[in-house]
């Protein structure tokens, strides 16, 4: 008897399941508010498919911006230079950025692609911006500052204050801003 009921019990299993119409007690015919799916299990499986390929789509186009975007944020650089030509901060990794002192208030500011200072980020087609600016919390020195291409990449840096009869070259702290096209 119990034999008899569980083949009885599968047989109703295998009919409910082979049939998504019956398988919900409203299937779409009278007051039983459910609805069957259109297609069955292929118009499903159809359905599936066409998501997953939106979704890897979508998942190319996220991809593609987020290359964008970090293009973008490398074409503006700064620095913050101390006047012995440490870089105190800086718009890229650790190390991505090295200012040289190469005479009495000039200071060549290189930038890198990375940390290891191996690679040149070449800013000669970009503008430059810089202020004489403290490095901390200190009011900034008072002077004169001027920007050109080092001819090799980086950025050439001069600071200058005002002396009793002249403008006399001095090092001096500086902030440093680079925006590439």
Same mark, same amino acid.
């Given at each position: 008897?119990?034999?008899?009921?569980?083949?009885?019990?599968?047989?109703?299993?295998?009919?409910?399941?082979?049939?998504?119409?019956?398988?919900?007690?409203?299937?779409?015919?009278?007051?039983?508010?459910?609805?069957?799916?259109?297609?069955?299990?292929?118009?499903?499986?159809?359905?599936?498919?066409?998501?997953? !390929?939106?979704? $890897?789509?979508?998942?190319?186009?996220?991809?593609?911006?987020? /290359?964008?975007?970090? %293009?973008?944020? *490398?074409?503006n650089n700064w620095a913050v230079v101390d006047?012995?030509g440490t870089v105190e901060r800086n718009s890229?990794?650790?190390?991505?950025?090295?200012a040289t002192i190469t005479g009495t208030g000039?200071?060549?500011?290189?930038?890198?692609?990375?940390?290891?200072?191996?690679?040149?980020?070449?800013?000669?087609?970009?503008?430059?911006?810089?202020? !004489?600016?403290? $490095?901390?919390?200190?009011?900034?020195?008072?002077?004169?500052? /001027?920007?050109?291409? %080092?001819?090799? *990449?980086?950025?050439?840096?001069?600071?200058?204050?005002?002396?009793?009869?002249?403008?006399?070259?001095?090092?001096?702290?500086?902030?440093?801003?680079?925006?590439?096209?």
């Open positions: 008897m119990r034999r008899t009921f569980s083949i009885i019990a599968g047989a109703i299993l295998v009919v409910t399941l082979g049939a998504p119409a019956w398988a919900h007690p409203g299937n779409g015919k009278g007051g039983g508010g459910g609805e069957s799916q259109a297609g069955g299990l292929p118009g499903l499986e159809d359905r599936v498919d066409a998501l997953q !390929l939106q979704v $890897t789509t979508l998942q190319n186009d996220v991809s593609t911006l987020t /290359g964008e975007v970090m %293009d973008l944020q *490398g074409q006047s012995d890229g990794a650790s190390e991505s950025v090295k000039v200071y060549d500011v290189v930038f890198y692609t990375d940390g290891s200072q191996t690679s040149v980020k070449s800013v000669a087609d970009c503008a430059y911006v810089a202020t !004489l600016g403290d $490095t901390g919390s200190s009011p900034s020195p008072v002077g004169f500052i /001027g920007v050109s291409s %080092d001819g090799t *990449g980086g950025v050439l840096v001069q600071t200058s204050t005002p002396d009793t009869t002249a403008i006399a070259p001095t090092d001096e702290s500086f902030h440093l801003y680079v925006s590439c096209p």
